[in-house]
T-cell receptor
Framework: NAGVMQNPRHLVRRRGQEARLRCSPMKGHSHVYWYRQLPEEGLKFMVYLQKENIIDESGMPKERFSAEFPKEGPSILRIQQVVRGDSAAYFC????????????FGSGTQLSVL | GESVGLHLPTLSVQEGDNSIINCAYSNSASDYFIWYKQESGKGPQFIIDIRSNMDKRQGQRVTVLLNKTVKHLSLQIAATQPGDSAVYFCAETPGGSNYKLTFGKGTLLTVNP
């Protein structure tokens, strides 16, 4: 009964490179959410996806950031041309139902930009 | 309680004592509140939730109190154990957007054996 799986756990990138973060939701969950956490801060909502659809991306930066949740495979959060300010922990959560507030979070990916 | 400063509020208790963690929220439209526990290197873990039509809800060793008049939420942990040491976040969401949680900055709870 695996929970939300995120990989990699740690990702180091140099400024200007691309970062790809992966998230596999819990079995039976078709709703995926991405949150970002800066040091000593609470999590901040980025995007909500269902299979092949972006439902709400109001928390995503307008440039360089994109997310997808294809029909097959994990959800991907992609950050192009990373900058030092992108360094943070990125958490993925999933839920079985639309509008279900009880989100199950993964262990996160810690992105460090050198 | 919650803070707008750069450092996490901290609460240090002795094993076996009761802990009370406070949270202030600002959005009067919020109608659903959740407490999460986050251990080092892990994602947030759901503890307990409460809707705005209630003022108290109890779980196993935990109680959440909601005071809508002053927009205040608290988490009470009975007989605190070393395994309770973690950062605790309150989160809120307004009606109609149940997945878009707004998290507070968190409180670091340290339980001394």
């Amino acid at each position: 009964n695996a929970g939300v799986m995120q990989n990699p756990r740690h990702l180091v990138r140099r400024r200007g490179q691309e970062a790809r973060l992966r998230c596999s939701p819990m079995k039976g969950h078709s709703h995926v959410y991405w949150y970002r956490q800066l040091p000593e801060e609470g999590l901040k909502f980025m995007v909500y996806l269902q299979k092949e659809n972006i439902i709400d991306e109001s928390g995503m930066p307008k440039e360089r950031f994109s997310a997808e949740f294809p029909k097959e495979g994990p959800s991907i959060l992609r950050i192009q041309q990373v900058v030092r300010g992108d360094s943070a922990a990125y958490f993925c959560a999933s839920s079985p139902l639309q509008g279900d507030e009880k989100l199950f979070f993964g262990s996160g990916t810690q992105l460090s930009v050198l | 309680g919650e803070s707008v400063g750069l450092h996490l509020p901290t609460l240090s208790v002795q094993e076996g004592d009761n802990s009370i963690i406070n949270c202030a929220y600002s959005n009067s439209a919020s109608d659903y509140f959740i407490w999460y526990k986050q251990e080092s290197g892990k994602g947030p873990q759901f503890i307990i939730d409460i809707r705005s039509n209630m003022d108290k809800r109890q779980g196993q060793r935990v109680t959440v109190l909601l005071n809508k008049t002053v927009k205040h939420l608290s988490l009470q942990i009975a007989a605190t154990q070393p395994g309770d040491s973690a950062v605790y976040f309150c989160a809120e969401t307004p009606g109609g957007s149940n997945y878009k949680l707004t998290f507070g900055k968190g409180t670091l709870l340290t339980v001394n054996p």
